[in-house]
């Protein structure tokens, strides 16, 4: 069995992207209405100029700016009122210099116009008569033809998660179905002869399966499809078998568990029996978190965790949150909010190694503090008292009380 | 008709909030694979000590802590070891001082032992000779009875959204399924005679209906089910049908169009007549979005948006976002992200109003800015540009380049 050294963070994320380079997106054909945070699997181009016709943002008179220079209360510019534009309407009304016409929001531009004047910057003398008492620029309160969007503009690229004003932009387009990326499908093995799950008694030693319901939590947040596949015991012949049906079932593996020297050296030596390239680094130097496996198995990951809950949701996080994102075609790190906080306490750290220490956040006058939750790793209640991670980079000794850290939020 | 003067979003809010008062959560009962993000119903005290049993976090030797006192490398403290510990099994060793037995990361202390040596600060010099190398402190490298969590102690609270490491403590305690509120289903109407489906080719002065898509997306973003019921036109009785129908159908309706005076008045007119209390605000002194429509028939929230799809976006962020999270018994502003940064240029703003500028993030240094993008509110690109809402409260006259303004992120 080969030897693995330790490898950084970074490398074993760049290790599993040149492995997952010829992963192939399975795309699907997603109505505007179920796209809500799905990953757009083409760009997008506007077909034509939205809006289509020069658009009125008020409710008000279509005019020549020029007519209303230098208008104002004491000195208004007369205008003749030559009839009134109805909405969602084209218009026959064509203005001529000292001409305007009443348009209401939304409403087309008649040929001639190049501004509104508000209503209520204008008054009617008679059924004729219009009294503009300021001037308006060209333009003003008026959507022009292709402001909002140009044809052939791109409007959304590749690779982009649908928010809820994209839908609107792509409704806009007259666009209701877009080709999107099929979410990945991510089987949950948890792995120990003391885990028990979660309806069954359990006897004093044993403890009860966290992590495959906070892995597929984690799944579904990241915007996977999590496929639970239960419990396996240290086995060889029963850890590889539930390994080989699960990559047969999805598009990648997740384990947890065998965080103890024998287990984890027996979830490497399946994988290595599995398949090429296997084993692409055996340990992270990260806390907590430090018996992490990353591997590819014909092309789909298997990446094992520790088996203490807090380690496996942290490494989740630093790996199987950006795979999840290579494997949806997107920014490795779409969806995560990073903030800037001032550590509360001096927090100690090796040099060499990346630590992530659970934090609450506090607001102290215009600053944000972040208070480490104290807890040893193994306890899911620091997790839950939490909200997010503080991230203290490898190069660093720790840090000091009121220094800034990078906080990664849930 | 009555005549409703404008109110602040806070008055507005709360005109909602009371009017919910009574307002009863439907509940269901949720499978743990199927509660993220779902909102919690009901209390969760642990029902047991969590871990059960003294648990080691690492590999290495259980021993009495009192028994390494002075240790050092010059000096090690010798124990006889007098077995091992088998993960998952109680034991039924008994340590006296001066003895030690080999546990696994995970395995029950035995009766006698308070804390665990790593492995790699122990030797064994034969069979039964252990020596050990650094002291230990009672209680290091172990989880005590229940010091993750503590029978009868609150775990989560009512109105707690769950994220997987609440589902991994729920699991922790052996609970496989909570009770939870279901999510509100909000019909979603758009109106105006200029407004077309996507599908359907447009005249000029048409224009395609986004609001339906964006509010939709917006529904889903929150936690509420969207059920869009289409166009409907500026007519009195095809609005009081649409809104009555939707009513019968859901637990709140949101509107969107009828920004010129007329088609405003038009859905104020509607609600008064479907059913009382009615109309509660018309009208919103925020910047955009002014004409606005907070209203309740008969116990269910009905809510007009202005037309413009920005405006619309933008006031559901402020009036329907909380009010879903009032429906599901959560923290008014649960899920949203506030940060400060500065502002990269003067915004005026007139004082009594509250100002939403669309803005971008760039970090400059250690300090985020916020870019304002520039563009008139009807532009549905300017959202799809923006990835936030700069905040300037009515109590300002704008603010200055480079003054801390709120962000609240999408």
């Not at 885990?195 to 319901?213: A, F, H, L, M, Q």
Request: hydrophobic share 40%.
């Amino acid at each position: 069995m080969p030897l693995f050294s330790a490898v950084t963070v970074e490398q074993a994320k760049s290790l599993l992207k040149t492995h997952l380079q010829g992963f192939e997106h399975k795309i699907e054909s997603v109505d505007l209405f179920s796209a809500y945070n799905r990953v757009l699997a083409e760009d997008i181009f506007s077909p034509e100029d939205i809006p289509g016709f020069n658009r009125s943002t008020v409710d008000g008179f279509a005019l020549k700016a020029g007519d209303t220079f230098g208008a104002s209360e004491a000195m208004p510019a007369l205008l003749t009122l030559v009839g009134e534009i109805a909405m969602g309407e084209k218009t026959n009304i064509k203005l001529s210099t000292g001409e305007a016409a009443k348009i209401p929001t939304g409403g087309m531009l008649p040929e001639g116009s190049d501004a509104v004047v508000m209503l209520e910057y204008a008054q009617l003398m008679d059924d004729t008569t219009l009294c503009v008492e300021r001037p308006v620029t060209p333009g003003e309160n008026v959507v022009a033809i292709g402001e909002d969007m140009k044809r052939g503009d791109i409007v959304l690229s590749r690779g982009h998660t649908l928010r809820p004003q994209d839908l609107g932009a792509l409704a806009a387009l007259g666009i209701r179905e877009v080709k999107a990326v099929k979410p990945p499908v991510i089987c949950v093995i948890s792995t120990g002869n003391e885990v028990k799950p979660p309806g069954e008694s359990i006897k004093p030693g044993e403890v009860r399966d966290i992590n495959t319901y906070s892995i597929c939590g984690q799944v579904i947040r990241w915007g996977g499809v999590p496929m639970p596949l239960g419990i396996v015991k240290d086995d060889f012949q029963k850890l590889y078998d539930a390994i080989k049906l699960a990559l047969e079932k999805s598009d990648a593996v997740v384990l947890s568990g065998g965080s103890s020297v024998g287990t984890r050296d027996l979830t490497v030596k399946v994988i290595e029996n599995l398949g090429k390239p296997g084993v692409l680094a055996h340990g992270l130097p990260v806390k907590p978190g430090k018996p992490t496996v990353v591997a590819v198995v014909d092309g789909k990951p298997v990446i094992g965790l520790p088996g203490h809950p807090v380690s496996a949701m942290v490494i989740f996080e630093i790996i199987v949150r950006p795979m999840i994102s290579m494997m949806l075609g997107r920014d490795e790190d779409f969806g995560t909010t990073r903030i800037l906080a001032r550590m509360s306490r001096n927090v100690p750290s090796a040099a060499g190694r990346q630590d992530y220490i659970r934090v609450k956040l506090e607001r102290r006058g215009e600053e944000l503090w972040a208070v480490p939750v104290l807890g040893k790793s193994g306890l899911i209640s620091g997790m839950v008292e939490s909200c997010g991670l503080a991230h203290i980079p490898s190069q660093k000794q720790g840090v000091a009380e009121g220094e800034l850290v990078e906080v990664e939020l849930y």
